[in-house]
């Protein structure tokens, strides 16, 4: 069967832009912690390579507007995280000195925080999770960011998700920030009031 072409409108007189409904759905902290995660099959993620300059990831995290960078071998495998704490902290200057570097000569992979080193939440348990309990798990962490992981149907690992506390701030339109050692809903509640 051949496709039929569709049948057109003018665009004639007044018409309105539609704006984005993302933001939309109210979000609290007994909300749906899905409601927040940035989900990658929906989302393309912002990934770097370990060899890229630490110049080239703050440029990149600048034009995609986020904090992190997923960094990924040639394989397209997790090799670390990289977020603007790590180029524009203490680390750079650390590496820079330790090993005689210029500024321009530091790689993604010179500060970066390795896979090995990072905890992830699974994706099965985030599905009755609730907002509130994600950003205790980050408090307590002392985290900024979490991956998400699940197991693909050939049954490999793969990051399917990640959540950011800056972006569960702006969803829940208060201010979060990390506080040393929060370790329950209450004391979240608490700490917001």
């Known amino acids: 069967m051949r496709d ?19 933001g939309a759905t109210e979000v609290t902290l007994d909300s749906s912690a899905l409601l927040v995660m940035t989900d990658l099959k929906r989302v393309a993620a912002a990934v770097i390579s370990p060899q890229a300059t630490m ?6 995290m ?3 507007g986020v904090r992190m960078l997923l960094v990924t ?43 090995e080193r990072l905890e992830a939440f699974d994706m099965h348990e ?7 309990q994600v950003v205790a798990s980050l408090r307590e962490a002392g985290r900024h960011h ?31 920030q990390l506080k040393e050692h929060a370790h329950s809903f209450a004391e979240i509640e608490a700490a917001l009031a």
């Open 62 to 64: 600048f034009q995609r």
């Open 146 to 176: 979490a991956l998400v992981v699940q197991t693909s149907p050939a049954g490999e690992r793969e990051v399917r998700g990640i959540f950011s506390l800056s972006q569960i701030a702006r969803q829940l339109g208060m201010p979060l």
């Open 55 to 60: 110049e080239a990831a703050e440029a990149f």
């Open 126 to 132: 985030l599905r009755t999770a609730r907002v509130g």
């Open 73 to 115: 071998e040639a394989d397209q495998g997790l090799a670390g995280i990289v977020t603007t704490n790590d180029v524009l902290g203490e680390k750079p200057l650390a590496v820079a000195r330790e090993r005689r570097l210029r500024h321009s000569e530091i790689l993604v992979a010179d500060v970066m925080t390795p896979a």
């Open 4 to 22: 039929h072409p569709l049948p057109v409108l003018p665009v004639a007189g007044p018409i309105r832009i539609c704006t984005p409904t993302q």
